[in-house]
């Protein structure tokens, strides 16, 4: 059975991330993986990986069958138009950028170009990605199914409304940086009472991934684990109303709400 050719224009954090998830992962041995960047240092410390460097955009979209543009929203002018002169309608378009339609991609190319749109995550690395899918209607069910095997191998992938892709951002997308920096609040509060702020970490990251598993795994709700955690005239009450008093739920709505804004903001240029 011949590899699948799927090549990488960027080799940034999260192309590298993705890469490195799917060198990691089962779906490995049917792919072939190729890297192209400006960059080429980045590229060639992918060797270890499996990843074959090319010279040029172009060179890597008449390689590959499948092509990520793994590059950030405000660079990705110039890279799909040095790869647009190799785009067939039998290559599949692979976008990671924020903020970035279809539609853009095909008035760029081709207008029949098939597109995939995904939001991933940097957990793929350690394949514990959370990534969101969706496509336009040229690329066929079995293209479509290539991609959501890549990324359910090196960790979860649901499939959403095409659009839907910019408001999931928030969601998945940049998510782990909200709750990196809710974490670090609280370690630093752990160091600031003489924690041992190793001890502190380790702590509070295990009580995450319980918690994560609480909510996927238990059966409850959301509202459900919040009661059994509270105790009548306890302490978690007593930190959750400061909670609620410094209005956490508007906070975070208008966390999601920027960064969806901003996503607007970047397709319209």
Sequence with gaps: MSKINIGFIG???MGTA???????????ENIQLFA?????SKVESLGEYGVIPCKSEAE??????YIFLAVKPQVIDKA???LASAVTSDKVIISIAAGITDEFIASKTIPDAKVILVMPNTPLLLGEGA?????????????????????????????????KMKEIIAINGSSPAFIYLFAKYFIDYADSVGIDKSSATELFSQSLIGSAKMITDS??????????VSSPGGTTLAGLDRLYEGNLADTVKNCCESCTNRAYELSKK
Excluded: H, Q
């Excluded at 192209?36 to 080429?40: A, G």
């Design 60 to 65: 890597l979209t008449e390689k590959c069958g």
């Design 18 to 28: 993705i890469m490195k998830g799917i060198s990691a992962s089962s779906a490995s």
């Design 11 to 13: 080799a940034g954090n």
């Design 80 to 82: 799909i138009e040095a």
């Design 219 to 228: 059966g409850y709700t959301i509202d459900e684990l919040i009661k059994m």
């Design 36 to 40: 192209f960047d400006p960059d080429t």
């Design 131 to 163: 990534s969101a899918l969706s496509r336009n209607e040229k690329v066929t069910d079995e293209e479509f199914e290539v991609i959501l095997n890549v990324f359910r191998s090196c960790g979860k992938a649901s499939v959403i409304s095409k659009d």
